[in-house]
């Protein structure tokens, strides 16, 4: 080994299939010894992929990759430890799909248009009732 790879600022890498955070150590363990799937977490490792294609209403052809871990009450992945695995709604309606190109990741909580509008027709009804 000629060169120690820099190491990364925050010490953790992550998972290139599912975005999990590896530990900056197992991660570069793995790619010195030339891994299979190096850059992958256990959880993805330790699931074998098997591509089925479907022809989709309005997708088209579709390849989709069914879990083979466990699953929850939802029919959801879920790892070793019974977290969601590649948590998101599936745009492709498989929920146990781990095709990563067919989950949309969950977005952060914020204000919905319902919140923000019936917000407005307060403001509104409440400078109506005051100029009255
Ligand atoms: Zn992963
Ligand atoms: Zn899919």
Known sequence: MSKVLDKAETNFIFCKQCGIIIS???WYKRKVRNRDNWDHCRDCIATPKK????VHPSLGRIACVPYVGE???????INAVGDLY?????????KDCVNSAHILKPEPKTVSDVDLLLGLIEIQDFSKRASA
């Open 24 to 26: 900056y150590e197992v």
């Open 71 to 77: 699953l929850n009450e939802q029919w959801q992945p």
């Open 51 to 54: 591509v089925e294609v479907f």
């Open 86 to 94: 590649l948590p998101g709604e599936r745009i492709c309606g498989h």
